[in-house]
Structures are given as C-alpha cells and as structure tokens.
C-alpha cells in the first residue's frame, strides 16, 4: 500500500512539473536524511527552515529556478533560521546528490 502511494505521488507529480520517478524520489528522501537535511526541512510544514512546497512554489516557473538552488546549495549562504538566529547554510559537495535535491524540492 505505501509503495502504492508513492508510485501514484510521483506519478501525479511528474504529470504537473518535472519528470520524476518513485527511485528518484526515494533516493532524493534518503540523502534528505542522511545529509541532515530533514532536521530544517519537511515536504509541507515549515521547521528552522521553509517546506519545501514553500520552495517549489516560491520558484515555479522561473527558468533559473536550477542555477540559484545550486548556487544556494553549494556556496553556504547565510540564512536566517526561524528562532531569528543566523548561521551558514548546509553545503554539498557531491553535484550528483545536489541535482537529484534540487529536483526533488521543485517538483513538491
Ligand atoms: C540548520 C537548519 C538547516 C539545515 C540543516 C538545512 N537547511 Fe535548508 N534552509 C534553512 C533555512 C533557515 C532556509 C531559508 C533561507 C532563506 O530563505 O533565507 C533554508 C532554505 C533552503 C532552500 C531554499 C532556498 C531558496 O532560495 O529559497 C533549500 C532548497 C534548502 N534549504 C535545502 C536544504 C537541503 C537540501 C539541506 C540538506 C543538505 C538543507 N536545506 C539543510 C535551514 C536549514
């Protein structure tokens, strides 16, 4: 039943933005965790950090959506965490894990 679901999610949501498949999805919630991402993140509650259906819609339809993610993504800007409190966010090294990351979050 729960594959079920995350069969027919993925197909839902490759339908309306970008192709994505149940493997990438699950790969994508696996670094999600294991990078700590999940600490500051959820798909659609905000934590420290903004949901990422906040990030997706925030960025849908601009054609550079890609390029500033990867740049937020690998430069650790500075941001400033719900408690008000600032630190340098989370940077990864691996361009394969950032990709499949980037791809997720747009297509929530
Ligand atoms: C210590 C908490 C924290 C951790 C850990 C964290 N983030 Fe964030 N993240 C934030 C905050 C706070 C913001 C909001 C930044 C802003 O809007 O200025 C943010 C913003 C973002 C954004 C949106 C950027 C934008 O331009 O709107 C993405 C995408 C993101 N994080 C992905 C990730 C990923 C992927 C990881 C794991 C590698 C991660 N975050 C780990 C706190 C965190």
């Given at each position: 039943m729960k594959v079920l679901t995350l069969i027919s999610t993925a197909i839902a949501t490759a339908a309306f933005t970008l192709p994505a498949t149940a493997q990438d999805a699950d790969a994508a919630m696996k670094l999600l965790k294991a990078e700590n991402c999940t600490k500051c993140h959820s798909i659609d509650k905000s934590k420290k950090g903004p949901a990422y259906q906040k990030v997706a819609a925030k960025y849908?339809?601009?054609?550079d959506a890609e390029a500033k993610l990867t740049e937020f993504l690998t430069k650790s800007p500075k941001v400033k965490l719900d408690d008000g409190s600032e630190e340098e966010h989370k940077a990864l090294k691996d361009p394969k894990a950032v990709a499949t990351l980037i791809k997720f979050v747009l297509a929530q």
């Open positions: 849908k339809g601009k054609a």
